[in-house]
């Protein structure tokens, strides 16, 4: 399928949609490690636009991520299941209460089976899904058939969280305004009447507790996205921090090797001090020793001299 608002790659332009796509198909406890692997390989190509548009993916929840599994995985399916919405709400704008009947029966047949399909493609990936999560999914796909913004929703493949189906399917007013036309022609209008503000006010309280239901509902989902969104931006903050506190190790390892190093050297130094002071105190005494034999020698060569030379005079 196309996709809403999509735009051409231009030729050797990484695709940082293709990675969005594969995110929103990754299963939720793999969703954060892979974002961030996305978006530090985005970061070290230079491409600083595209990291932030990766960090800024939200991790599913479990019944959103497998309706976007079911889109992905049944594309077909999925075609007709769209077709099939835009063909109720078409029904219930032209008032056709025989399409509506017809249609009606494919929703509900349609809806059970693909939610079906989509708790099997999630089993098959190794992920469960809860009665719960299971029931979150079937309201997702009664959304897609009420409403053409859930349908687009759903059509791009990315829904971070289950959508909420309208407390009446739009097809409701419809058959109700075709059956009691048929019913005021056949029944007279005094038994009608009676019957009227009896029926009224037991649809009126139905609507109500559906209300007070779907309100919440909503509250319960609003807070739970909010607590996932929350746990998100902590996961997110926890990485860098844990890459900050990796970095600082490794510089700390660094400057303990040049530490260590250059006390090696001090000591190597200083050993070589300590021999040369050695070497230049016996160099000193040696120089003191020479001193004095050299003085004898040559006292002593004074006095052979004069010794001689009184000699000689006695010989002449």
Same mark, same amino acid.
């Given at each position: 399928?196309?996709?809403?608002?999509?735009?051409?790659?231009?030729?050797?332009?990484?695709?940082?949609?293709?990675?969005?796509?594969?995110?929103?198909?990754?299963?939720?406890?793999?969703?954060?490690?892979?974002? +961030?692997? $996305?978006?530090?390989?985005?970061?070290?190509?230079?491409?600083?636009?595209? !990291?932030?548009?990766?960090?800024?993916? $939200? @991790?599913?929840?479990?019944?959103?991520?497998?309706?976007?599994?079911?889109?992905?995985?049944?594309?077909?399916?999925?075609?007709?299941?769209?077709?099939?919405?835009?063909?109720?709400?078409?029904?219930?704008?032209?008032?056709?209460?025989?399409?509506?009947?017809?249609?009606?029966?494919? @929703?509900?047949?349609?809806?059970?089976?693909?939610?079906?399909? %989509?708790?099997?493609?999630?089993?098959?990936?190794?992920?469960?899904?809860?009665?719960?999560?299971?029931?979150?999914?079937?309201?997702?796909?009664?959304?897609?058939?009420?409403?053409?913004?859930?349908?687009?929703?759903?059509?791009?493949?990315?829904? +971070?969280?289950?959508?909420?189906? #309208?407390?009446?399917? #739009?097809?409701? #007013?419809?058959?109700?305004?075709?059956?009691?036309?048929?019913?005021?022609?056949?029944?007279?209008?005094?038994?009608?009447?009676?019957?009227?503000?009896?029926?009224?006010?037991?649809?009126?309280?139905?609507? +109500?507790?559906?209300?007070? @239901?779907?309100?919440?509902?909503?509250?319960?989902?609003?807070?739970?996205?909010?607590?996932?969104?929350? !746990?998100?931006?902590?996961?997110?903050?926890?990485?860098?921090?844990?890459?900050?506190?990796?970095? %600082?190790?490794?510089?700390?390892?660094?400057?303990?090797?040049?530490?260590?190093?250059?006390?090696?050297?001090? @000591?190597?130094?200083?050993?070589?001090?300590?021999?040369?002071?050695?070497?230049?105190?016996?160099?000193? +005494?040696?120089?003191?020793?020479?001193?004095?034999?050299?003085?004898?020698?040559?006292?002593?060569?004074?006095?052979?001299?004069?010794? $001689?030379?009184?000699?000689?005079?006695?010989?002449?």
């Amino acid at each position: 399928m196309q996709r809403k608002g999509g735009r051409r790659r231009n030729a050797g332009e990484p695709d940082v949609e293709a990675v969005l796509d594969e995110l929103y198909a990754t299963p939720p406890p793999d969703f954060v490690s892979r974002r +961030e692997e $996305r978006a530090a390989a985005a970061r070290t190509a230079g491409r600083a636009q595209d !990291a932030r548009r990766i960090r800024a993916a $939200r @991790r599913p929840t479990r019944a959103a991520w497998a309706a976007n599994l079911l889109l992905r995985s049944r594309p077909e399916e999925s075609r007709r299941f769209l077709e099939l919405g835009q063909a109720l709400r078409e029904a219930h704008r032209t008032l056709d209460a025989a399409g509506l009947k017809e249609l009606s029966a494919q @929703r509900r047949s349609v809806v059970s089976a693909l939610s079906r399909q %989509a708790a099997q493609l999630a089993g098959e990936t190794g992920h469960q899904l809860s009665e719960a999560a299971r029931q979150e999914v079937e309201s997702t796909l009664r959304a897609v058939l009420a409403d053409p913004d859930a349908a687009d929703r759903w059509a791009e493949g990315r829904l +971070e969280n289950s959508l909420t189906p #309208p407390s009446e399917f #739009p097809a409701g #007013p419809a058959v109700t305004l075709r059956a009691a036309d048929s019913s005021s022609a056949r029944q007279p209008s005094r038994p009608a009447a009676k019957r009227a503000p009896a029926d009224t006010r037991a649809k009126d309280e139905l609507a +109500e507790r559906r209300r007070k @239901r779907q309100e919440e509902l909503t509250r319960a989902q609003e807070a739970a996205e909010a607590a996932e969104r929350r !746990a998100d931006e902590l996961r997110a903050a926890r990485t860098d921090t844990e890459e900050a506190l990796r970095r %600082a190790h490794d510089a700390h390892d660094r400057a303990q090797q040049q530490v260590t190093g250059a006390e090696q050297q001090l @000591r190597s130094a200083q050993a070589e001090l300590e021999h040369t002071e050695r070497e230049r105190l016996e160099a000193e +005494e040696r120089d003191r020793a020479a001193g004095d034999a050299l003085a004898g020698a040559e006292r002593e060569a004074r006095e052979t001299a004069r010794h $001689r030379e009184r000699l000689t005079a006695r010989v002449r």
